[in-house]
């Protein structure tokens, strides 16, 4: 099955500093367009598009910008959300190092539909060896006129600053992100007021995850209707899915919307490697749910799999063999929470620990009935009461585990056995 390459289509052929090769490539086109456009029209072309964020939720990116319109202020902000912190993941990571203009240009199109002069991309840590590259190439961008100040002699003035993170996954949240560029430990804001009104440094702010800019140079370029052929009604455009585990070929894979689960892990990455079965998918991060193998017949759309019960999130596949223990790998997720709770909130920073502990006494053949209870119950709780989307999601997994790997749990309870444990040892978090 052949990728549809729109995000993907200059990465590899051009170099990424230079804003020339961009430009050749059709680069900063859509701008051109854009500055000779209204904020309504810039906003309306969006909504017609039918872009929806690739950073988790899969919200309008139409909308963000409306709110930010409707509140009156001289100073407003866009940011780039290029934490990347989910695990395994990395397509921000390939747009980023292959195609940054792509993302400038978004910026600069979001700002001139909101009247913001300012961009921040806020870079996950460990990306930090592009940051050199990436100063080249907002360095080349503005000796072209397509960013800094007069931008293509229109009067707009657009400037992107770089900020790194540190390595905290909750930075990646939009509100503790903005307390990390102000310089500000990084947690979470109680919400409202929202960004689009009180957003970086208290201005109206519009934040959009890197994959969600980079959709929008195209679809100022080729035209909504164009945009539209592709995907689903619910869910336009292409999507980048970071396929990872126990696969034949692991990689990012750009496919339209609406690609069956089923095909992208068989046909696309030739299905399960060394002669094993697959056993679990764990679709749309670390805070997806575990699926077994006869619910991926499904397909990869922002509706459809929410209606399932499922999250597609920032488009992670985690394929899972049945070499591997279902508990040991919740205990191994679980733990990742643990680590990552910023503590601001007690459901999340004791919850977490505690469903930790639960989870581990159980995979280590110590645990009893009542403690898949106090995962319910604890979960619920955390659902309810925890302050931001890291405390709320992080049972997800673990529901979904005890929901549709039942049995799994159960053998470990009763009988202290498990086959893959016994045989491999468990793993250690
Ligand atoms: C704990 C936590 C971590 C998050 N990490 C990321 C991240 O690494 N990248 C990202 O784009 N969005 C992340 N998000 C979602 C953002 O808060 C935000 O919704 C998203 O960046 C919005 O962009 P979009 O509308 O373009 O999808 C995270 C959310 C939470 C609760
Ligand atoms: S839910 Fe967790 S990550 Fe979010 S504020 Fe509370 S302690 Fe911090």
């Known amino acids: 099955m052949e990728q549809m390459k729109v995000l993907l289509k200059n990465v590899g052929k051009i170099r990424p500093e230079s804003a020339k090769d961009y430009?050749?490539?059709?680069?900063?086109?859509?701008l051109r367009k854009a500055l000779s456009m209204s904020s309504d029209e810039i906003i309306q072309t969006l909504k017609d598009s039918g872009l929806r964020g690739r950073g988790g939720a899969g919200f309008p990116t139409y909308r963000k910008l409306q709110f930010a319109c409707s509140t009156e202020n001289d100073t407003k902000y866009v940011v780039c959300n290029a934490d990347e912190g989910e695990p395994g993941t990395?397509?921000?990571?390939?747009?980023?190092?292959?195609?940054?203009?792509?993302?400038?240009?978004?910026?600069?199109?979001?700002?001139k539909a909101i009247g913001a002069h300012?961009?921040?991309?806020?870079?996950?840590?460990?990306?930090?060896?592009?940051?050199?590259?990436l100063y080249k190439a907002l360095e080349n961008c503005e000796k072209e006129g397509c960013l800094g100040k007069n931008i293509m002699g229109s009067g707009f003035d657009f400037v992107i600053k770089l900020r790194m993170g540190a390595g905290?996954?909750?930075?990646?949240?939009?509100?503790?992100?903005?307390?990390?560029?102000?310089?500000?430990?990084?947690?979470?804001?109680?919400?409202?007021?929202?960004?689009?009104v009180h957003g970086l440094f208290g201005k109206p702010t519009v934040l959009n995850n890197v994959e969600t800019l980079a959709n929008i140079a195209p679809i100022f370029r080729n035209g909504t209707e164009w945009y539209r052929t592709i995907g689903t009604e619910g869910s336009p455009g292409t999507k980048l899915f970071t396929v990872i585990g126990n696969v034949e070929k692991r990689g990012v894979y750009e496919f339209p919307m609406g690609i069956n689960l089923k095909e992208l892990i068989y046909d696309v990455c030739g299905g399960i490697p060394d002669g094993k079965h697959l056993m679990a998918v764990q679709a749309g991060g670390a805070s997806g749910p575990f699926i077994n193998k006869d619910q991926i017949d499904i397909p990869l759309e922002i509706d459809y799999v929410a209606a399932s019960g499922g999250r597609l999130g920032c488009g992670t596949i985690l394929v899972i063999d049945d070499s591997n223990c279902i508990v040991d790998m919740v205990c191994n997720n679980l733990y990742f929470f643990k680590e990552e709770s910023c503590g601001k909130c007690t459901p999340c920073r004791e919850g977490t620990t505690r469903l930790y502990q639960l989870a581990r006494k159980i995979s280590d053949g110590k645990g009893t009935m009542k403690d898949i209870d106090a995962i319910k119950s604890l979960g619920e709780t955390m659902n309810n009461a925890s302050?931001?989307?890291?405390?709320?999601?992080?049972?997800?997994?673990?529901?979904?585990?005890?929901?549709?790997?039942?049995?799994?749990?159960?053998?470990?309870?009763?009988?202290?056995?498990?086959?893959?444990?016994?045989?491999?040892?468990?793993?250690?978090?």
């Open 23 to 30: 430009i050749n490539a059709g680069g900063f086109e859509a």
């Open 90 to 111: 990395n397509k921000d990571r390939i747009l980023l190092s292959g195609d940054p203009c792509a993302i400038f240009e978004g910026m600069a199109i979001v700002g």
């Open 118 to 133: 300012m961009g921040y991309i806020y870079m996950r840590g460990e990306y930090v060896y592009l940051r050199e590259m």
């Open 168 to 196: 905290a996954y909750v930075c990646g949240e939009e509100t503790a992100m903005f307390e990390s560029i102000e310089g500000k430990r990084g947690e979470p804001r109680y919400r409202p007021p929202y960004p689009g």
């Open 387 to 429: 302050f931001c989307g890291l405390g709320r999601s992080a049972t997800v997994p673990v529901e979904s585990a005890i929901r549709n790997f039942y049995p799994d749990f159960e053998r470990h309870i009763d009988k202290d056995f498990c086959p893959v444990c016994d045989r491999e040892g468990r793993m250690q978090g």
